[in-house]
């Protein structure tokens, strides 16, 4: 354990390194997905069928492929991107293009008839989906939205092969230590792995029941409460 602890600053350095790449990622994916979802539902058949292709593409291509290009390949044509951005880009559009399934099926699952009620008060497509279906389609998203955090979490454990010094790296280097051990090893990139994905998980959850509260799909605290009251007495 000793030895462990003398890791501690390295694995310090590996988690800031895979927050990094997972915020990042995280908000990239997040923009794509959005952006890709509204084009996928959108009236005008171009950008539905230029997003159709986008989504394929990353979905059909490998992230380690990917990152590979954009690592190796771009500097080729005179983009030469850092690793950490190589790393968030990479995440982003490949788990973005995923996201964006999530976003098209959520606003596909908003009843017919609030789209319907937008052409009566004669709304705009734009004013339609902002103001009357993107508000409950949030929270319908959000479990999907939530489950792939957790995946982009794990996937940037790729971010080795392109030389980023991110939590599995330093793993991999304990995991070498005689004087750690391999179960060790493993085992601590186990829990830090979980810890991280925990805290994001639990942050986006609780995100989820209030977007639900606000559209009356969960119970609130006070009505909760009071429920709770009335089965006691």
Request: hydrophobic share 55%.
């Amino acid at each position: 354990m000793q030895a462990v602890a003398d890791y501690s600053p390295y694995l310090w350095e590996g988690v800031q390194v895979t927050l990094a790449l997972s915020g990042g990622g995280a908000v990239v994916a997040l923009v794509v997905a959005v952006f890709l979802g509204l084009c996928a539902i959108s009236p005008i058949a171009v950008l539905r069928v230029g997003s159709r292709v986008v989504v394929e593409f990353f979905r059909g291509t490998s992230l380690v492929v990917q990152l590979f290009f954009l690592f190796y390949v771009f500097p080729l044509f005179g983009i030469d991107l850092p690793g950490m951005w190589c790393g968030i880009i990479g995440l982003g559009l490949n788990y973005g293009a995923y996201g964006s399934e999530v976003v098209r099926g959520s606003l596909n699952a908003v009843a017919k008839v609030q789209w319907e009620s937008t052409t009566a008060l004669s709304m705009s497509w734009a004013m339609a989906v902002r103001r009357v279906i993107w508000p409950q389609a949030w929270g319908l998203m959000l479990p999907g939205l939530n489950n792939l955090m957790v995946m982009l979490i794990k996937g940037t454990a790729v971010a080795l092969l392109i030389g980023l010094h991110d939590l599995t790296y330093w793993v991999e280097v304990m995991r070498k230590d005689p004087d750690v051990g391999l179960w060790i090893a493993y085992g601590v990139g186990f829990l830090l792995y979980y810890l991280v994905a925990l805290g994001c998980s639990s942050g986006l959850r609780l995100l989820e029941r209030r977007a639900q509260r606000r559209l009356g799909l969960a119970p609130s605290k006070t009505r909760t409460t009071r429920a709770t009251a009335e089965a006691v007495a």
